[in-house]
């Protein structure tokens, strides 16, 4: 309690102080020690917490587990855990569910983390490391999440902030204080490495390398004869060796309701007056004058650009005339102009009826030549002719309101527990079913709303109506989990016959390879066998477009004058090393490379010494697991 009281102190005389005079406040360096637990108090100040179901833990629950006599609070793995499932969940551009982020083994890595963090507090403890009062209530005052309208620290931000996050002030004065002194712990066992100049030299000399090659793809057209026509048995025998090829994958068999705004547009009335307006608000669009395709090349003087003109008629190309003034043919393109965009010179250019150049003509930026590269034809859509596209996206967006007035009425319906079967025989609503897999995108599978509900969907759950991006609603549900199942050989024929012939050019076409690269090793040039590709130097991290993934990577493990034959299934090629060249040994590209790697060596030493570190405070301090608890919290995401 008197390290509580001392607390209050320090950040009442903070708040004191900045209430006397904030304007003279000064912006204050960061310590280096600043708490994490600060900055994921931000982040989830800013995001919050609503929409996710989670609540707080009362009753006996209160830790997942404990390392020697430090315990794992519940809450503090509640609120790590929904962290890392939203960051995650940014990366991947979508909401995961926790059985999502299991898959992805984001829990175990959340419970690894606290048992990390356990373990070290309780080993600060067992040899008394800690921080005093004054440290820890700077820190608190410095946070900018605690600092008022003022940019001072503010108390009444201070508790709706730990409020929102469900912490007392103790709790998190207590945390802020373990934070620091895990962190002096943290840097006393990973301060200090030095990468060894054998690694880096080692490192620096595998990134560097350089490495040129020349390339032969083969194609069927090299192959003396093609692949004949296999017989049955061979087709079957084909189909049951590669059984894998002709299966299913995993489908989600579901059973949905749509009502998009083309299944009713064409019921929805219409009116003829606004059909008439909106032509007339888009007759620019219908009634359009003669435009040019024009390009503009502005002089600095009359004289300048009849000098141009005068080069011009004599039989310099125009691009030269242009690259003369130092500018490019994309910086004189003025697009399709009408004669009046043209000002005074439209007349001239408009009068042309085949490509041509006019000029000197004023423009607003001075005397220019005009080369006119194309006509387009006036347009003249009439009401008449333009009905039929106005009518439909009319009626299109009558239908979008009107299923936006049904939206209410069906979730009234589902909430009362009628089935989408139901909705289909009492609704506009039609129903369909699909097994829906990750490759799925035709039809209702092609909105991203549909993908991502049936992603998410579970057997069991009860449907809710899903708005889609064209103004159309559904509602699905998952009846079953269809098991990968073979196709069978009749269904599959073509493309077993397909995959047949594939897989027999490309046996031909290895052989054709295998055999260059005997003359080659026996002194033939590459080159006398086909049209070879020279490319490089190139590095380990660069891309090669066009190729096989595996071309670098076989590239780097080969010797000088090399040949290899590249083969994918898809790709075959002969691929010969032309030189190897190390990096350089000095210089500044080499230094900066150097010291990245040095650093990224001593990062990883640091962070593998932690890891043995805390790996030897667990073993040794004991470690128990609540599962239950754990069950627990799970239950309150789902």
């Known amino acids: 309690m008197a390290k509580q009281r001392f607390l209050r102190q320090q950040m009442a005389k903070s708040t004191t102080k900045s209430t006397k005079n904030p304007t003279d406040d000064q912006p204050k360096k960061k310590a280096k020690g600043t708490s994490a637990v600060v900055w994921i108090l931000m982040g989830m100040l800013v995001l919050g917490l ?31 855990l929904q962290q890392d499932i939203n960051a995650l969940s940014a990366q991947v551009g979508t909401q995961l569910t926790l059985q999502q982020a299991q898959a992805f083994g984001l829990d175990a890595q959340v419970r690894q983390k606290l048992i990390n963090t356990a373990a070290v507090d309780n080993e600060a403890e067992r040899i008394g490391i800690s921080v005093d009062d004054a440290r820890v209530a700077k820190e608190i005052t410095d946070q900018p999440a605690f600092k008022g309208p003022s940019g001072a620290f503010d108390r009444d931000t201070y508790r709706y902030t730990l409020d929102r996050n469900r912490l007392s002030e103790s709790q998190y004065e207590s945390k802020m204080r373990e934070d620091l002194s895990r962190s002096l712990l943290q840097g006393a066992v990973t301060g200090g490495f030095i990468a060894p100049d054998a690694v880096t030299s080692t490192l620096y000399a595998y990134i560097s390398e350089r490495r040129s090659y020349s390339l032969l793809p083969l194609t069927s057209a090299d192959l003396q004869s093609q692949p004949g026509t296999p017989e049955e048995a061979e087709l079957k025998s084909y189909y049951e060796t590669n059984i894998a090829q002709f299966t299913r994958p995993e489908a989600r068999r579901i059973t949905y309701a749509a009502l998009l705004p083309d299944d009713i547009a064409d019921k929805m009335p219409l009116d003829e007056a606004a059909l008439k307006q909106m032509y007339e608000d888009r007759k620019a669009e219908y009634v359009q004058p003669e435009h040019r395709l024009v390009e503009r090349l502005v002089f600095p003087t009359e004289a300048a650009a009849a000098a141009a003109k005068t080069k011009l008629d004599a039989g310099t190309p125009f691009e030269t005339l242009v690259s003369d003034r130092g500018v490019s043919l994309s910086d004189i393109d003025l697009g399709d102009k009408a004669e009046a965009d043209l000002g005074a010179a439209g007349p001239a250019i408009f009068a042309l009826t085949e ?5 000197p003509l004023p423009s607003d930026l001075g005397p220019a030549l005009y080369r006119m590269n194309g006509v387009l034809a006036a347009q003249n859509t009439s009401f008449e002719d333009a009905r039929a596209d106005l009518t439909a996206e009319l009626a299109t967006d009558a239908a ?62 009860f449907p809710e109506v899903v708005q889609l991006d064209d103004g159309g609603i559904f509602a699905l549900r998952l009846d079953e989990i269809v098991p990968p199942a073979p196709i069978p050989f009749d269904e599959a024929r073509d493309a077993v016959a397909a995959s047949w012939h594939k897989a027999a050019e490309t046996k031909a076409l290895t052989a054709l390879a295998e055999g260059i690269k005997a003359k080659v090793e026996a002194g033939a040039a590459l080159g006398t066998f086909g049209v070879v590709a020279v490319s490089g130097p190139v590095t380990r991290s660069s891309t090669v477009e066009g190729n096989l993934p595996s071309l670098l990577t076989t590239l780097f493990k080969m010797q000088e004058n090399e040949v290899r034959v590249l083969n994918d299934g898809a790709f075959v090629a002969l691929l010969q090393v032309n030189s190897l ?10 230094a900066a490379l150097k010291g990245a790697l040095s650093s990224q060596v001593e990062q990883a030493l640091s ?32």
């Open 400 to 461: 979008r309101r009107a299923i936006d007035d049904q939206i209410e009425g069906i979730d009234d319906r589902l909430a009362s527990g009628a089935t989408l079967e139901d909705l289909a025989k009492e609704t506009d609503m039609k129903l369909g079913q699909i097994d829906f897999t990750a490759s799925s995108n035709e039809g209702i599978a092609g909105y991203p709303a549909f993908r991502k509900a049936a992603d998410a969907a579970a057997v069991g759950d």
């Open 581 to 590: 060249t190390p990096g350089a040994s000095d210089g500044a590209d080499a």
């Open 355 to 359: 490509p041509g150049v006019v000029g």
């Open 607 to 638: 962070q593998d010494a932690f890891q043995l570190y805390t790996d030897a405070l667990t073993n040794g301090a004991g470690i128990t697991i609540n599962q239950a608890a754990i069950n627990a919290v799970h239950a309150q995401f789902r």
């Open 50 to 80: 609503g929409g996710f179901g989670i609540t707080n833990f009362g009753g006996g629950v209160t830790t997942i587990g404990s390392v020697g006599d430090r315990e794992i609070d519940v809450n503090d793995y509640q609120r790590a």
